[in-house]
Every structure is written in structure tokens, then in C-alpha cells.
């Protein structure tokens, strides 16, 4: 079992930047594949970006590579995105996920085991 907070939200105007931090539970958080999802008013959820175990492989969303960076702390069972750069249309309920899978291209909303609770990010301009 892994719970999963985030922290880190809130309101910005474009062009700022913001962390999220998401504070897991759980001793075998180091095994499993962490990624970040968004949600804006009436689209799908979205993979943003995703993390292995080891931090040796990463995938990015094509909107926001070259913006945002997601890392990991496996010894504080944290992981981050921090966001440059930010946009209008990033303004969402970020998500932060852990997938059993080893290989971050494979996580989705549908196969993710634990989620947390989302943290708002507005962007304004």
C-alpha cells in the first residue's frame, strides 16, 4: 500500500514557475514508477511526466519538455515537478501517481495504482 500527498499548488501568472512535491508512504516506494498527471475542466487526465525507480529514464509530455523537470528523492520517499515557464494552459489539478510498472512510457490513468489526492495549479495571466 502507498499513500501519496502533494503540495506545492497555487496561483502564478505566466511565465512564472512552481514545484510540487508529493510525499509517499510506504516502504517500497523506491520500486515503483512515479509519474504526474493533470486534469483541467472537462478534458481527460493526463500524463505529464514519469519517472523510473532509479531516475535513469524519464518521458515528458511533448507540451510541456523543455519546461518541466520531474525528479525523485527515494531516501525521503519524494518525488517533484518543477515547472518553468508556466502557461495558460497549464492551469489543472495536478495528480501525483505510482505504477508498478518499471518503464515509465508504460504508465497510464487507467493501469496506475495509487494516486493522490491533486493539488490545483492556476495560471493566470
Known amino acids: 500500500q502507498v499513500q501519496l500527498v502533494e503540495s506545492g499548488g497555487g496561483s502564478v501568472q505566466a511565465g512564472g514557475s512552481l514545484r510540487l512535491s508529493c510525499a509517499a508512504s510506504g516502504r517500497t516506494f523506491s520500486t515503483y514508477t512515479m509519474g504526474w498527471f493533470r486534469q483541467a475542466p472537462g478534458k481527460e487526465r493526463e500524463l505529464v511526466a514519469a519517472i523510473n525507480w532509479g531516475s535513469t529514464s524519464t518521458i515528458y509530455a511533448d507540451s510541456v519538455k523543455g519546461r518541466f523537470t520531474i525528479s525523485r528523492d527515494n531516501a525521503k520517499n519524494t518525488v517533484f515537478l518543477r515547472m518553468n515557464n508556466l502557461k495558460l494552459e497549464d492551469t489543472a489539478v495536478y495528480y501525483c501517481?505510482?505504477?508498478?510498472?518499471?518503464?515509465?512510457?508504460?504508465?497510464?490513468?487507467?493501469?496506475?495504482?495509487?494516486w493522490g489526492q491533486g493539488t490545483q495549479v492556476t495560471v493566470s495571466s
Open positions: 501517481a505510482a505504477d508498478r510498472t518499471s518503464i515509465p512510457a508504460s504508465i497510464t490513468a487507467m493501469t496506475t495504482d495509487y
